[in-house]
């Protein structure tokens, strides 16, 4: 230990807490005055100053160095002064070799980020220039093309050390260097991505303690490039939301930003339209905003215009997002309904009570749900059991959690959405070449109060900086160690300790997790587990006093964290009840953000957690990225921030000191210094620098790297490994340069060459065309004037021919003439010698000819006579054969006709009737509509008159060919008759080939069965091919067929179809005989493109072909009623008729043949072939399966046997790898039940009563396997998809039994008790729960059309006709509907029902009453449910693309569709596409007569129409098709009536608000309400209830008759006899006669009986004998007590009737009848005395006017304590009270419990006592009360009990707020 010398003026290091620079101010006896850097000014005795505590510094840490690894000094201290140096010089960035160190300023310096530098930095390597963030994103940016490797950039540090910032400098760099690569241009992807960040910002960033940017949330931005270097796509992922910053912050801090930036920046209107103000006024936000009176700081002033700016940003970037005003506007909408749900405030009145409506009202309009259903959730708690819905009451604290729990699964959903709709915009079109990403996670917090927030996110650093301490030291050390490398061992902070504590297998996030899956789990019993496990362990901290706190020691230093909460925010508990009122939100938008949330019922089975906690959740998310990071070459950069006040310019050591240990920065700068972070292997070195070493010539690349390394670069700068290189950076960027260097020269070179070649190249090519050009001139020259020439020459030897030709000319004609004249007379001469010789032979000739003539006709006349003998002979025996064979062929059509009538005989015979008037009427109503059609369809095409005229022409030719043919014989008619003939045959041959093979027992698919189940766009077949399949008759013959595995059947069929259709059709024609021109003969047809073909039998030649590009039109029916599943095709020629063998095949081909003539040729390709399995011969069902070996046979090879439950199938391949790839593919799959089964235990499949087997069945995620025995093998299974539905277990014969509806078929399942029935039925639920959900053709296309435009939207329906109007029927749901039947009491299945529906509609096109088909099905909705989105499918697919939308037909649909509309709500998808519908159809077709339709059914939607619980009124049909409202009465007391019109979505509260305002009724004074009144019975209304559905209910239940809605008094709320309104006083007055008729009244008979009295005179006037009223309308007479019970003294006992025998029953009839008689004669003794008595009173009141009688009961009845109470008779269940028949009065301030009759009540209670109230079940109301035993009555009336109870509490709490 030496002494320094110091010099005044030198610098030391001084050592306190780390090393600190002091300077040497003065030297003066011994003694040094050192200035610290801390300003301390200390003197020290030059004999201390000991090497242990002083030593000198060295020049380079004065000035502060760039590569803190090149310092001499090497300690904390010297890094820490050389970040101030550089810090307070503006240089914020510091290398550590590769690693960028970044200080925060705390403000802008100018220069650093610009343009200039960007692209500076772009073309250097690291080192190169001054420390730049640019540096490192251009690194990273090389090394994705240098390497081939992803690249990611790990950003860390404390909170508000400057990551965000950090991130963004990154994503713009390698923005630029994408344009770069993109004609300096960014691509729109790219400027998506920078735009994602002020929108991440807005909603994910928020002012903090220590940051006023801080990121509340991590995200993992990566850039995807293409191999040109242009960015091509990215993704964003994001972890942990701090969700409940939302509803509440620390001081000083702020919620999120776009709360502010919405509310300083949105301009009117809808400013407005949101009702936003000041933020002062919004609890969520007001917390960070400072007293009002108080006047804003400049910096206050500041964030307000950031704010302003910022919203303005955010929208830009919406808009570059692509996201559409009307998306915008919603979610500025649910912010805007977030900020008023703060407002909401409660208080305690019998439970929470809101305390501000209006801040209600605001936030459930914002949120899109209903009013009071949000004001339920907010106060009740619903929970259902068994069935039944039971409501709780919530206390304030609860209220408040249950809007808190609202606000933040809103807010935390949009913020989910937003993320995914950013990454569905900058989505990578193509797998992208490599990718660079970037990790801007939150900092490490430690706040005053730590809770499971910073648990999380400190957790998610601890990850990180064990990252970077595996890359940096562990890995590195452990290379250097492995490559034989020189190297001492840096001591550094390891962290796993830490980190398994936290996630260990008993670690702190297991045990957070078990807690939160106890339903009994508290923050307490988790701390008491937290201390118990890991109390020893050395990163855990266990506080000395007890409390709710625990520790853990970090690498950033020691956090303690509060429990208070832990488990309910891991939970993430959100209630159903909130989670089913924000799904049933009316805003679209609000639905997509939880249409993916389920139920608690719907996350699992039974005792299987419901869904992952937060914990697990994140802890996945986290391994998942560390994966990703540990994939790709990280790049770190570490950013701390020089103060905790984020000051610029201040510089605080400690805190500064503390990050740099705590990152591990001193051992980063020892290890960067002494190692060599660059490593390449040998070879790769060789490779990447072979420029370099082109001068050694050794081949061994280890030798070859040493010699240039040697040679060229000192050892410090690297070393040899066994395998690889290592260098120093410095080397590297050397090396890069010198090779940069070298390349470019070459480069140049090569350029050089190719320009000189390319130049000379052009210079050939040059003189080559002027040569060519030369060429073509010289000879345009040269050939003008051989063409002169040429010209001249002609012309003179023109002349010269012309007179040699003239001069021989003239001599050939002299001795042709001479010649003529010779030859002339020669032959003249000859003439005259020939005719002399003929006419010699003429005279001979005609001697000769009259000779022979004369014989000739002797011999003619006798073979004459002759031949005529024997013709008459010929033809008397042809006509006999003839007629002979007429009456055998006679004979056999004859009989042939009487075996098929006979056949006919007992169907016909229970259809005859109901048939005959059915096609009666529709074949009457289809040939009209048809004639109607094809006449102006032909009158268009101008063949309407030759149609018609060919078909007259026809029917008169008619009887005259068949005259014809029966005098032609029969042998024109053979050849039908051998086709006939034929056709049978081979349907026999198809018969027996089916029966045996068994194809009645096969599974085989129907296309209008089994069709809908399964899709078969979605069904490939796994395989197919020819087989050869023998058949099981007594001579083993094979046939080739053609089979197809699909799914789980394997279809055989004849042959393969590469065509679109074929099939046997009936086609009229093509006999050789005339008659037979008008027969059906059987024809084979096959549709091939746009050609129809049709055969005499498959396979042979043609007999003519139909191309439908060609054809006018295809018709569906013709005029004879006789041929059913009629086709015509007309043709420009001729019209081809063809008749189907039944309807499905007539709708089948109807539709390809509409399909192929209406599709445009260039779609015609879309059209797929069709291999229906219906037209398969047979089909094996794959689950019945047993197995498939190979097998040996004489007559074929490559045999093999499928062998399943009652029959063995062979089939035979065409070799040996085709036979066993069958086998493979056919065999079943053994699976260990044991240990895949997710269930497995004995089961009893029930076939019928009668046969029952008990079977060993195992779940799998398959489905179910079942075995006779628990180790046998698989011998059937059950498929299991999502379409799959089990059902609830049900008691059967002492078994609990359950379906499972399967596609094909049921099972009926039976287990001994019922919890063994609910968990198999769970289980097997989840399981198909789990299945990926199947969609329908139709569904792909609802949900494609949301984001198509016009064009392309046209394009999709016309190319897709299960979108359209067809008039065919549909043979699959158009929806995928769930298998079983459609409800307990039909078993048809909902496919069949679904198709049912639809080919109804053809009926309901011209049914005369439309009301009664409307009616039926809208019943059948209310019985299936499940097929209310198919009914809507149809309707819009029928009411879409309609040529004529004011068409009948048309109409008719559409007021169908409004019906349904009114009845029953659509899911939310459907919904959607509804309003799609209507909007498009509004906009389109304005003006017409549809368009009114379409008009009134968007106001439907927009005013949201509820789920009716009945089958509309007749006359509501009736009228809604006129669209107009229906007419209702409505009767008040006096048989008054008003007239009121009931809308489809008219409530009952509306319609009394309607009433009071038109009597002008004052609603604050007392409550009205409507009743349904039958009789003397009232029963109330509820407010929710809609008036269609009362006005249904009673034409259905009763007709009508009796029925009333009625219009009364509910509740007294103030009464006042002087102040009241004379109406007013009228509803009183009745309501309390009312009470006295039904006995309710709390005062003796004798009182009762004087108001009776009051009420005559009322009505009649004064008294007279001839006035005579019925008592029981004015009055309720009891029979009287003390006679009641002398009468039953000897009738209440069996004594007398002896022993039960023979005659018993008798003697009891007999004693009821007495009894009965008695009680009559008893009650009508009663009513006497009563009335009587009233009479006797009425007597005393003569003379008294009405309204003096009025009011003079009024005054009786006001005394009473009990008066306005709504009195309810009740039976007390318990023994609290002497007797239990008691009265429960009901009033504005208490509740009361009245004997009956009686004036005094026996017990009172307030509202504010009142802890709850309800009916836990049927007929039973309880009571709690505070202080006292719960009440518990059994009353009818419950119903009405609860809802004045509830009337009363909102009226006292309204009336508290107004006072308040």
Same mark, same amino acid.
């Given at each position: 230990?030496?002494?320094?010398?110091?010099?005044?003026?030198?610098?030391?290091?001084?050592?306190?807490?780390c090393?600190?620079?002091a300077?040497?101010?003065?030297?003066?006896?011994?003694v040094?005055?050192?200035?610290?850097?801390?300003?301390?000014?200390?003197?020290?005795n030059?004999?201390?100053?000991?090497?242990?505590?002083?030593?000198?510094?060295?020049?380079?840490?004065?000035?502060?160095?760039?590569?803190?690894?090149?310092?001499?000094?090497?300690?904390?201290?010297?890094?820490?002064?050389?970040?101030?140096?550089?810090?307070?010089?503006?240089?914020?960035?510091?290398?550590?070799?590769?690693?960028?160190v970044?200080?925060?300023?705390?403000?802008?310096?100018?220069?650093?980020?610009?343009?200039?530098?960007?692209?500076?930095y772009?073309?250097?390597?690291?080192?190169?220039?001054?420390?730049?963030?640019?540096?490192?994103?251009?690194?990273?940016?090389?090394?994705?093309?240098?390497?081939?490797?992803?690249?990611?950039?790990?950003?860390?540090?404390?909170?508000?050390?400057?990551?965000?910032?950090?991130?963004k400098?990154?994503l713009d760099?390698l923005?630029?260097?994408?344009?770069?690569?993109?004609?300096?241009?960014?691509?729109?992807?790219?400027?998506?991505?920078?735009?994602?960040?002020?929108?991440?910002?807005?909603?994910?960033?928020?002012?903090?303690?220590?940051?006023?940017?801080?990121?509340?949330?991590?995200?993992?931005?990566?850039?995807?490039?293409?191999?040109?270097?242009?960015?091509?796509?990215?993704?964003?992922?994001?972890?942990?939301?701090?969700?409940?910053?939302?509803v509440?912050?620390?001081?000083?801090?702020?919620?999120?930003?776009?709360?502010?930036?919405?509310?300083?920046?949105?301009q009117?209107?809808?400013?407005?339209?949101?009702?936003?103000?000041?933020?002062?006024?919004?609890?969520?936000?007001?917390?960070?905003?400072?007293?009002?009176?108080?006047?804003?700081?400049?910096? *206050?002033?500041?964030?307000l215009?950031?704010?302003k700016?910022?919203?303005?940003?955010?929208?830009?970037?919406?808009?570059?997002?692509?996201?559409?005003?009307?998306?915008?506007?919603?979610?500025?909408?649910?912010l805007?309904?977030?900020?008023?749900?703060?407002?909401?405030?409660f208080?305690?009145?019998g439970?929470?009570?809101?305390?501000?409506?209006?801040?209600?009202?605001?936030?459930?309009?914002?949120?899109?749900?209903?009013?009071?259903?949000?004001?339920?959730?907010?106060?009740?708690?619903?929970?259902?059991?068994?069935?039944?819905?039971?409501?709780?009451p919530?206390?304030?604290?609860?209220?408040i959690?249950?809007?808190?729990?609202?606000?933040?699964?809103?807010?935390? !959903?949009?913020?989910?959405?937003?993320?995914?709709?950013?990454?569905?915009?900058i989505?990578?079109?193509?797998?992208?070449?490599?990718?660079?990403?970037?990790?801007?996670?939150?900092?490490?917090?430690?706040?005053?109060?730590?809770?499971?927030?910073?648990?999380?996110?400190?957790?998610?650093?601890?990850?990180?900086?064990?990252?970077?301490?595996?890359?940096?030291?562990?890995?590195?050390?452990?290379?250097?160690?492995?490559?034989?490398?020189?190297?001492?061992?840096?001591?550094w902070?390891?962290?796993?300790?830490?980190?398994?504590?936290?996630?260990?297998?008993?670690?702190? =996030?297991?045990?957070?997790?078990?807690?939160?899956?106890?339903?009994?789990?508290?923050d307490?019993?988790?701390?008491?587990?937290?201390?118990?496990?890991?109390?020893?362990?050395?990163?855990?901290?266990?506080?000395?006093?007890?409390?709710?706190?625990?520790?853990?020691?970090?690498?950033?230093?020691?956090?303690?964290?509060?429990?208070?909460?832990?488990?309910e925010?891991?939970?993430?508990?959100?209630?159903?009840?909130?989670?089913?009122?924000?799904?049933?939100?009316?805003?679209?938008?609000?639905?997509?953000?939880?249409?993916?949330?389920?139920?608690?019922?719907?996350?699992?089975?039974?005792?299987?957690?419901?869904?992952?906690?937060?914990?697990?959740?994140?802890?996945?998310?986290?391994?998942?990225?560390?994966?990703?990071?540990?994939?790709?070459?990280?790049?770190?950069?570490?950013?701390?921030?020089?103060?905790?006040?984020?000051?610029?310019?201040?510089?605080?050591?400690?805190?500064?000191?503390?990050?740099?240990?705590?990152?591990?920065?001193?051992?980063?700068?020892?290890?960067?210094?002494?190692?060599?972070?660059?490593?390449r292997?040998?070879?790769?070195?060789?490779?990447?620098?072979?420029?370099?070493?082109?001068?050694?010539?050794?081949?061994?690349?280890k030798?070859?790297?040493?010699?240039?390394?040697?040679?060229?670069?000192?050892e410090?700068?690297?070393?040899?490994g066994?395998?690889?290189?290592?260098?120093?950076?410095?080397?590297?960027?050397?090396?890069?340069?010198?090779?940069?260097?070298?390349?470019?020269?070459?480069?140049?070179?090569?350029?050089?060459?190719?320009r000189?070649?390319?130049?000379?190249m052009?210079?050939?090519?040059?003189?080559?065309?002027?040569?060519?050009?030369?060429?073509? %001139?010289?000879?345009?020259?040269?050939?003008?004037?051989?063409?002169?020439?040429?010209?001249?020459?002609?012309?003179?030897?023109?002349?010269v021919?012309?007179?040699?030709?003239?001069?021989?000319?003239?001599?050939?004609?002299?001795?042709?003439?001479?010649?003529?004249?010779?030859?002339?007379?020669?032959?003249?001469?000859?003439?005259?010698?020939?005719?002399?010789?003929?006419?010699?032979?003429?005279?001979?000739?005609?001697?000769?000819?009259?000779d022979?003539?004369?014989?000739?006709?002797?011999?003619?006349?006798?073979?004459?006579?002759?031949?005529?003998?024997?013709?008459?002979?010929?033809?008397?025996?042809?006509?006999?054969?003839?007629?002979?064979?007429?009456?055998?062929?006679?004979?056999?059509?004859r009989?042939?006709?009487?075996?098929?009538?006979?056949?006919e005989?007992?169907?016909?015979?229970?259809?005859?009737?109901?048939k005959?008037?059915?096609?009666?009427?529709?074949?009457?109503?289809?040939?009209?509509?048809?004639?109607?059609?094809?006449?102006?369809?032909?009158?268009?095409?101008?063949?309407?008159?030759?149609?018609?005229?060919?078909?007259?022409?026809?029917?008169?030719?008619?009887?005259?060919?068949?005259?014809?043919?029966?005098?032609?014989?029969?042998?024109?008619?053979?050849?039908?008759?051998?086709?006939?003939?034929?056709?049978?045959?081979?349907q026999?041959?198809?018969?027996?080939?089916?029966?045996m093979?068994?194809?009645?027992?096969?599974?085989?698919?129907?296309?209008?069965?089994?069709?809908?189940?399964?899709?078969?766009e979605?069904?490939?077949?796994?395989?197919?091919?020819?087989?050869?399949?023998?058949?099981?008759?007594?001579?083993?013959?094979?046939?080739?067929?053609?089979?197809?595995?699909?799914?789980?059947?394997?279809?055989?069929?004849?042959?393969?179809?590469?065509?679109?259709?074929?099939?046997?059709?009936?086609?009229?024609? &093509?006999?050789?005989?005339?008659?037979?021109?008008?027969?059906?003969?059987?024809?084979?047809?096959?549709?091939?493109?746009?050609?129809?073909?049709?055969?005499?039998?498959?396979? &042979?030649?043609?007999?003519?072909?139909?191309?439908?590009?060609?054809?006018?039109?295809?018709?569906?029916?013709?005029?004879?009623?006789?041929?059913?599943?009629?086709?015509?095709?007309?043709?420009?020629?001729?019209?081809?008729?063809?008749?189907?063998?039944?309807?499905?095949?007539?709708?089948?081909?109807?539709?390809?043949?509409?399909?192929?003539?209406?599709?445009?040729?260039?779609?015609?390709?879309?059209?797929?072939?069709?291999?229906?399995?219906?037209?398969?011969i047979?089909?094996?069902?794959?689950?019945?399966?047993?197995?498939?070996?190979?097998?040996?046979?004489k007559?074929?090879?490559?045999?093999?046997?499928?062998?399943?439950?009652?029959?063995?199938?062979?089939?035979?391949?065409?070799?040996?790898?085709?036979?066993f790839?069958?086998?493979?593919?056919?065999?079943?799959?053994?699976?260990?039940?044991?240990?895949?089964?997710?269930?497995?235990?004995?089961?009893?499949?029930?076939?019928?009563?009668?046969?029952?087997?008990?079977?060993?069945?195992?779940?799998?995620?398959?489905?179910?396997?079942?075995?006779?025995r628990r180790?046998?093998?698989?011998?059937?299974?059950?498929?299991?998809?999502s379409?799959?539905?089990?059902?609830?277990?049900?008691?059967?014969?002492?078994?609990?039994? =359950?379906?499972?509806?399967?596609?094909?078929?049921?099972?009926?399942?039976?287990?001994?008790?019922?919890?063994?029935?609910?968990?198999?039925a769970?289980?097997?639920?989840?399981?198909?729960?789990?299945?990926?959900?199947?969609?329908?053709?139709?569904?792909?296309?609802?949900?494609?059309?949301?984001?198509?435009?016009?064009?392309?939207i046209?394009?999709?329906?016309?190319?897709n006709?299960?979108?359209?109007?067809?008039?065919?029927?549909?043979?699959?749901p158009?929806?995928?509907?769930?298998?079983?039947?459609?409800?307990?009491?039909?078993?048809?299945?909902?496919?069949?029902?679904? %198709?049912?529906?639809?080919?109804?509609f053809?009926?309901?096109?011209?049914?005369?009453?439309?009301?009664?088909?409307?009616?039926?099905?809208l019943?059948?909705?209310?019985?299936?449910?499940?097929?209310?989105?198919?009914?809507?499918?149809?309707?819009?697919?029928?009411?879409?693309?309609?040529?004529?939308?004011?068409?009948?037909?048309?109409?008719?649909?559409w007021? =169908?569709?409004?019906?349904?509309?009114?009845?029953?709500?659509?899911?939310?998808?459907?919904?959607?596409?509804?309003?799609?519908?209507?909007?498009?159809?509004?906009?389109?077709?304005?003006?017409?007569?549809?368009?009114?339709?379409?008009?009134?059914?968007?106001?439907?939607?927009?005013?949201?129409?509820?789920?009716?619980?009945?089958?509309?009124?007749?006359?509501?049909?009736?009228?809604?098709?006129?669209?107009?409202?229906?007419?209702?009465?409505?009767?008040?007391?006096?048989?008054?009536?008003?007239?009121?019109?009931?809308?489809?979505?008219?409530?009952?509260?509306?319609?009394?608000?309607?009433?009071?305002?038109?009597?002008?009724?004052?609603?604050? !004074?007392?409550?009205?309400?409507l009743?349904?009144?039958?009789?003397?019975?009232?029963?109330?209304?509820?407010?929710?209830?809609?008036?269609?559905d009362?006005?249904?209910?009673?034409?259905?239940?009763?007709?009508?008759?009796?029925?009333?809605?009625?219009?009364?008094?509910?509740?007294?709320?103030?009464?006042?006899?002087?102040?009241?309104?004379?109406? *007013?006083?009228?509803?009183l007055?009745?309501?309390?006669?009312d009470?006295?008729?039904?006995?309710?009244?709390?005062?003796d008979?004798?009182?009762?009986?004087?108001?009776?009295?009051?009420?005559?005179?009322?009505?009649?006037?004064?008294?007279?004998?001839?006035k005579?009223?019925?008592?029981?309308?004015?009055?309720?007479?009891?029979?009287?007590?003390?006679?009641?019970?002398?009468?039953?003294?000897?009738t209440?006992?069996?004594?007398?009737?002896?022993?039960?025998?023979?005659?018993?029953?008798?003697?009891?009839?007999d004693?009821?009848?007495?009894?009965?008689?008695?009680?009559?004669?008893?009650?009508?003794?009663?009513v006497?005395?009563?009335?009587?008595?009233?009479?006797?009173?009425?007597?005393?009141?003569?003379?008294?006017?009405k309204?003096?009688?009025?009011?003079?009961?009024?005054?009786?009845?006001?005394?009473?304590?009990?008066?306005?109470?709504?009195?309810?008779?009740?039976?007390?269940i318990?023994?609290?009270f002497?007797?239990t028949?008691?009265?429960?009065?009901?009033?504005?301030?208490?509740?009361?419990?009245?004997?009956?009759?009686?004036?005094?009540?026996?017990?009172?209670?307030?509202?504010?006592?009142?802890?709850?109230?309800?009916?836990?079940? %049927?007929?039973?109301?309880?009571?709690?009360?505070?202080?006292?035993?719960?009440?518990?009555?059994?009353?009818?009336?419950?119903?009405?009990?609860?809802?004045?109870?509830?009337?009363?509490?909102g009226?006292?709490?309204?009336?508290?707020?107004?006072?308040?």
């Amino acid at each position: 230990m030496g002494v320094l010398e110091v010099q005044p003026g030198g610098w030391v290091w001084v050592k306190k807490d780390c090393f600190l620079p002091a300077n040497v101010i003065s030297s003066a006896n011994g003694v040094l005055t050192l200035k610290i850097d801390n300003d301390e000014v200390v003197k020290v005795n030059s004999s201390d100053m000991t090497t242990d505590k002083y030593s000198i510094m060295h020049p380079s840490s004065l000035t502060g160095t760039p590569d803190m690894a090149s310092l001499s000094d090497l300690h904390e201290g010297s890094l820490l002064h050389n970040l101030k140096v550089r810090y307070f010089s503006n240089e914020i960035y510091t290398y550590i070799g590769s690693i960028l160190v970044a200080v925060n300023p705390y403000k802008p310096i100018s220069g650093l980020y610009s343009n200039e530098n960007l692209d500076k930095y772009s073309k250097l390597f690291i080192g190169e220039d001054k420390p730049h963030i640019y540096a490192i994103a251009n690194e990273a940016f090389r090394n994705v093309w240098k390497t081939g490797e992803s690249q990611c950039v790990l950003i860390s540090g404390e909170s508000g050390a400057g990551k965000t910032e950090s991130t963004k400098m990154i994503l713009d760099f390698l923005s630029a260097m994408g344009a770069k690569n993109n004609n300096g241009e960014k691509s729109l992807v790219s400027s998506r991505i920078l735009s994602s960040s002020p929108i991440l910002e807005a909603f994910g960033n928020a002012k903090t303690v220590y940051n006023h940017n801080s990121s509340r949330f991590g995200k993992f931005i990566q850039l995807f490039f293409a191999e040109d270097g242009n960015i091509v796509g990215g993704n964003i992922s994001h972890y942990l939301l701090e969700k409940n910053r939302t509803v509440g912050q620390n001081p000083s801090e702020r919620n999120y930003h776009i709360f502010y930036q919405l509310l300083l920046g949105v301009q009117e209107p809808l400013k407005t339209k949101l009702c936003l103000d000041d933020p002062k006024n919004f609890r969520y936000v007001s917390g960070s905003i400072r007293d009002p009176n108080c006047e804003e700081t400049p910096a *206050e002033l500041k964030q307000l215009t950031r704010d302003k700016n910022d919203y303005k940003e955010v929208l830009t970037s919406f808009e570059v997002m692509g996201l559409s005003n009307q998306v915008v506007e919603e979610i500025l909408t649910i912010l805007a309904g977030i900020l008023h749900l703060g407002n909401v405030r409660f208080h305690m009145d019998g439970g929470a009570q809101i305390s501000d409506r209006d801040a209600v009202e605001k936030a459930a309009q914002f949120l899109s749900v209903n009013t009071e259903q949000l004001i339920e959730s907010l106060t009740h708690n619903k929970r259902e059991m068994r069935g039944e819905v039971f409501l709780s009451p919530l206390n304030e604290d609860q209220a408040i959690g249950s809007r808190d729990s609202i606000t933040m699964a809103v807010y935390s !959903h949009l913020f989910d959405w937003i993320i995914q709709r950013i990454n569905s915009r900058i989505k990578s079109p193509k797998p992208p070449f490599s990718s660079i990403g970037v990790l801007d996670i939150f900092g490490f917090e430690n706040f005053q109060i730590n809770r499971f927030e910073q648990f999380n996110i400190n957790f998610a650093n601890e990850k990180l900086q064990q990252y970077f301490n595996k890359h940096i030291f562990s890995l590195e050390q452990l290379e250097y160690n492995q490559e034989g490398i020189p190297w001492s061992d840096i001591d550094w902070t390891d962290n796993a300790g830490c980190i398994q504590l936290v996630e260990r297998k008993m670690g702190i =996030f297991s045990i957070i997790d078990e807690e939160s899956r106890f339903p009994k789990g508290t923050d307490k019993s988790m701390l008491e587990k937290l201390h118990n496990a890991n109390a020893k362990n050395t990163f855990y901290i266990k506080p000395k006093i007890t409390g709710s706190d625990f520790g853990i020691r970090h690498y950033a230093g020691d956090v303690v964290y509060n429990t208070v909460g832990f488990l309910e925010k891991n939970r993430g508990s959100f209630r159903d009840d909130l989670i089913t009122l924000l799904k049933d939100s009316k805003s679209d938008f609000m639905y997509d953000l939880f249409e993916g949330v389920k139920l608690s019922s719907e996350r699992g089975g039974r005792g299987k957690p419901k869904s992952a906690t937060v914990a697990s959740s994140f802890k996945e998310s986290l391994s998942s990225l560390m994966t990703t990071l540990s994939a790709s070459n990280p790049f770190f950069i570490r950013c701390v921030k020089p103060n905790a006040t984020k000051q610029s310019n201040n510089f605080q050591n400690q805190l500064m000191i503390n990050q740099l240990r705590y990152s591990g920065m001193m051992q980063t700068v020892v290890i960067r210094r002494s190692g060599y972070p660059v490593r390449r292997l040998y070879a790769d070195f060789c490779s990447r620098y072979q420029p370099l070493l082109a001068a050694i010539y050794t081949k061994d690349a280890k030798d070859k790297v040493s010699l240039y390394l040697t040679k060229n670069a000192s050892e410090k700068e690297w070393q040899a490994g066994k395998t690889k290189v290592f260098m120093k950076e410095t080397l590297e960027n050397v090396l890069e340069q010198q090779r940069v260097i070298i390349l470019g020269s070459a480069a140049t070179m090569i350029q050089k060459h190719w320009r000189g070649a390319i130049a000379r190249m052009h210079y050939r090519k040059r003189l080559d065309n002027i040569i060519k050009v030369q060429s073509i %001139v010289r000879a345009h020259l040269y050939r003008k004037l051989y063409l002169q020439t040429k010209s001249a020459a002609l012309v003179v030897q023109k002349y010269v021919r012309g007179h040699i030709a003239r001069q021989l000319v003239a001599e050939m004609w002299a001795e042709k003439c001479a010649r003529l004249e010779a030859e002339l007379e020669s032959q003249r001469q000859a003439l005259e010698a020939r005719r002399a010789e003929m006419e010699r032979l003429r005279k001979e000739a005609q001697e000769q000819e009259a000779d022979q003539l004369r014989k000739e006709l002797e011999e003619e006349e006798a073979a004459r006579k002759k031949e005529e003998e024997e013709r008459k002979r010929i033809e008397e025996e042809r006509m006999r054969e003839a007629m002979r064979k007429m009456e055998e062929l006679e004979k056999k059509r004859r009989e042939e006709e009487a075996r098929k009538l006979e056949e006919e005989k007992i169907r016909l015979e229970e259809e005859r009737l109901e048939k005959e008037r059915e096609e009666k009427r529709a074949e009457d109503e289809r040939a009209a509509a048809i004639l109607a059609a094809e006449a102006a369809e032909a009158e268009e095409m101008g063949l309407a008159d030759d149609e018609v005229a060919l078909d007259e022409a026809e029917q008169e030719m008619f009887k005259h060919l068949q005259d014809l043919d029966s005098h032609l014989g029969m042998e024109d008619g053979e050849p039908e008759q051998a086709i006939d003939e034929w056709w049978d045959l081979e349907q026999e041959d198809e018969d027996v080939y089916a029966n045996m093979h068994g194809q009645d027992n096969f599974d085989t698919m129907s296309e209008a069965g089994d069709g809908p189940d399964i899709d078969s766009e979605n069904l490939a077949p796994v395989h197919a091919g020819y087989l050869k399949v023998r058949e099981a008759s007594m001579v083993s013959r094979w046939k080739q067929k053609f089979c197809i595995l699909q799914g789980d059947s394997l279809l055989i069929f004849n042959a393969k179809q590469d065509y679109l259709k074929s099939g046997w059709l009936r086609k009229k024609g &093509g006999g050789k005989g005339t008659l037979s021109r008008r027969n059906w003969l059987p024809r084979f047809f096959i549709l091939q493109n746009t050609t129809l073909s049709y055969f005499e039998f498959e396979g &042979g030649e043609s007999k003519g072909s139909i191309n439908l590009r060609q054809a006018v039109k295809i018709l569906e029916n013709n005029l004879d009623k006789n041929k059913s599943n009629y086709i015509g095709i007309v043709t420009p020629d001729r019209t081809y008729e063809i008749i189907a063998e039944d309807e499905n095949e007539h709708r089948s081909w109807l539709r390809i043949l509409r399909d192929v003539h209406g599709t445009p040729d260039e779609l015609l390709h879309t059209m797929k072939e069709e291999m229906n399995p219906r037209n398969a011969i047979a089909s094996i069902d794959l689950m019945e399966l047993e197995s498939c070996n190979r097998i040996e046979d004489k007559a074929e090879n490559h045999v093999f046997c499928v062998i399943t439950n009652d029959r063995l199938h062979y089939f035979a391949a065409e070799d040996s790898d085709e036979m066993f790839r069958w086998i493979d593919l056919l065999s079943p799959q053994d699976i260990n039940v044991k240990q895949n089964a997710l269930h497995s235990g004995y089961m009893t499949l029930v076939k019928n009563k009668i046969i029952r087997r008990k079977v060993f069945v195992s779940l799998t995620e398959k489905g179910l396997e079942m075995s006779k025995r628990r180790d046998g093998p698989v011998e059937g299974k059950i498929s299991l998809h999502s379409l799959c539905v089990v059902t609830n277990p049900v008691e059967d014969g002492g078994d609990f039994c =359950f379906y499972i509806h399967v596609r094909k078929r049921s099972y009926y399942f039976a287990v001994k008790t019922m919890s063994e029935a609910n968990q198999w039925a769970d289980d097997i639920s989840e399981v198909i729960t789990s299945k990926e959900q199947f969609q329908t053709r139709t569904e792909r296309l609802i949900v494609e059309l949301r984001n198509l435009q016009s064009d392309e939207i046209d394009s999709v329906y016309r190319t897709n006709a299960i979108l359209r109007y067809t008039k065919p029927a549909i043979q699959t749901p158009i929806l995928a509907l769930p298998y079983g039947p459609c409800s307990a009491t039909n078993a048809t299945s909902l496919q069949e029902q679904a %198709v049912s529906i639809y080919k109804s509609f053809l009926n309901y096109e011209g049914a005369t009453s439309p009301v009664d088909f409307i009616e039926t099905q809208l019943g059948l909705l209310f019985d299936s449910p499940l097929l209310i989105d198919e009914l809507y499918c149809q309707l819009i697919k029928q009411t879409s693309w309609v040529r004529d939308v004011d068409n009948p037909q048309n109409l008719r649909y559409w007021m =169908f569709l409004l019906c349904v509309l009114i009845t029953h709500t659509p899911s939310r998808k459907i919904l959607r596409y509804l309003k799609y519908h209507v909007q498009h159809n509004t906009c389109k077709y304005s003006g017409t007569e549809m368009y009114k339709f379409a008009v009134y059914a968007e106001g439907l939607l927009s005013s949201g129409v509820k789920q009716r619980e009945y089958v509309p009124s007749r006359e509501e049909l009736k009228k809604l098709m006129f669209l107009k409202d229906m007419p209702a009465s409505i009767s008040c007391y006096g048989g008054w009536n008003c007239k009121i019109a009931v809308t489809p979505t008219l409530t009952a509260r509306v319609a009394v608000a309607r009433l009071l305002s038109g009597m002008g009724l004052n609603p604050r !004074h007392n409550k009205y309400a409507l009743f349904e009144k039958q009789g003397n019975i009232y029963k109330v209304i509820e407010d929710r209830t809609l008036m269609s559905d009362v006005l249904a209910k009673f034409e259905r239940k009763t007709a009508g008759e009796g029925w009333v809605v009625f219009f009364k008094l509910f509740g007294i709320v103030e009464f006042n006899i002087s102040k009241c309104d004379p109406l *007013e006083l009228v509803f009183l007055y009745e309501f309390v006669c009312d009470q006295i008729r039904r006995g309710l009244c709390p005062d003796d008979k004798v009182s009762l009986t004087e108001l009776a009295g009051l009420r005559c005179q009322y009505l009649y006037g004064d008294y007279s004998p001839e006035k005579n009223f019925t008592v029981s309308d004015i009055y309720k007479v009891t029979l009287p007590e003390v006679k009641y019970s002398s009468s039953r003294k000897n009738t209440g006992t069996l004594r007398g009737l002896g022993t039960l025998g023979k005659g018993t029953i008798r003697k009891l009839k007999d004693l009821y009848t007495d009894t009965e008689r008695e009680d009559e004669l008893l009650m009508q003794e009663e009513v006497e005395k009563v009335k009587n008595t009233i009479n006797d009173y009425w007597k005393t009141k003569a003379g008294l006017s009405k309204g003096a009688a009025q009011q003079e009961l009024l005054k009786v009845t006001t005394r009473w304590l009990a008066f306005g109470y709504g009195i309810f008779d009740v039976l007390i269940i318990d023994n609290r009270f002497r007797e239990t028949e008691l009265w429960l009065a009901v009033g504005r301030n208490d509740i009361a419990i009245y004997p009956r009759q009686k004036s005094l009540p026996l017990e009172v209670h307030t509202y504010d006592s009142i802890i709850s109230f309800g009916a836990p079940q %049927v007929n039973v109301f309880k009571i709690t009360i505070e202080g006292h035993a719960p009440l518990e009555m059994n009353t009818p009336e419950f119903l009405d009990i609860a809802r004045l109870m509830k009337t009363y509490i909102g009226i006292m709490v309204k009336m508290k707020k107004e006072k308040h």
